[in-house]
């Protein structure tokens, strides 16, 4: 499956962005989807994961109450909604995943990345 990220972009604190995730190649629907962020100089970490059915899904607590993850697999697109977005959310954001089968397994699978950036 190839995937790609958009909807990054420049936004002032307490405003909001929607990311979408395209995959192609393979359906959605075979895949667990994640989104993840790597800040500068800091290491990439999982911001939200949405099961294949879309039934289960986890927030890092950082962004709980914040950040939505949501996929229309019909579509083969994944979304993450950002509200109330801090300058501490600035990071390039990737989507990723993996098969539905390897429950709590690896991403395998990358998008490009889109870069989010919240100035204060």
């Known amino acids: 499956v190839q995937l790609q990220a958009s909807g990054g972009g420049l936004v002032q604190a307490g405003g909001s962005l929607r990311l979408s995730c395209a995959a192609s190649?393979?359906?959605?629907?075979?895949?667990?989807m994640g989104w993840f962020r790597q800040a500068p100089g800091k290491e990439r970490e999982i911001v939200a994961h949405?099961?294949?059915?879309?039934?289960?899904?986890y927030y890092a607590d950082s962004v709980k109450g914040r950040f939505t993850i949501s996929r229309n697999n019909a579509m083969n697109t994944e979304y993450l909604q950002m509200n109330s977005l801090k300058p501490e959310d600035t990071a390039v954001y990737y989507c990723?995943?993996?098969?539905?089968?390897?429950?709590?397994?690896?991403?395998?699978?990358w998008g490009q990345g889109t870069q989010v950036t919240v100035s204060s």
């Open positions: 949405i099961r294949w059915s879309g039934e289960d899904t």
């Open positions: 190649g393979r359906p959605l629907s075979s895949y667990d």
């Open positions: 990723a995943a993996r098969s539905r089968s390897e429950v709590g397994g690896a991403y395998h699978y």
